[in-house]
Nanobody, 123 residues
Framework: QVQLVESGGGLVQPGGSLRLSCAAS????????TNWYRQIPGKPREQREW??????????TYADSVKGRFAISRDNVKNMMFLQMNNLKPGDTAIYYCNAYIVDHDSNRKYYWGEGIPVTVSS
């Protein structure tokens, strides 16, 4: 079984920084594309916003709302994914989710989601 677990969220003042981590564990053969999404509390899952992607070729792309402030990265040795968030704004307040395309030891392949971690930007 494959599991993604986020960490590093919390309360930060406007203009501050946070680094989110996402640990992948289980019967993993390989990890391809990785993504970060966010969802405003109380809003439905259909309104979950994609914010960053690292392609299987390690090419990053970002939503306009975070471009220039957020950076996505990964550590393939440790099966970790990261989202560095700088110059945070109150509008960045949300629950953040990692998402990854994973092939397991039985050659099953699909996108997995973490449980989400809250980030609150407030003075």
């Amino acid at each position: 079984q494959v599991q993604l677990v986020e960490s590093g969220g919390g309360l930060v003042q406007p203009g501050g920084s946070l680094r989110l981590s996402c640990a992948a564990s289980g019967t993993i053969s390989s990890i391809g594309e990785t993504n970060w999404y966010r969802q405003i509390p109380g809003k439905p899952r259909e309104q979950r916003e994609w914010i960053a992607r690292l392609s299987s070729a390690y090419y990053p792309t970002y939503a306009d709302s975070v471009k220039g402030r957020f950076a996505i990265s990964r550590d393939n040795v440790k099966n970790m994914m990261f989202l560095q968030m700088n110059n945070l704004k109150p509008g960045d307040t949300a629950i953040y989710y990692c998402n990854a395309y994973i092939v397991d030891h039985d050659s099953n392949r699909k996108y997995y989601w973490g449980e989400g971690i809250p980030v609150t930007v407030s003075s």
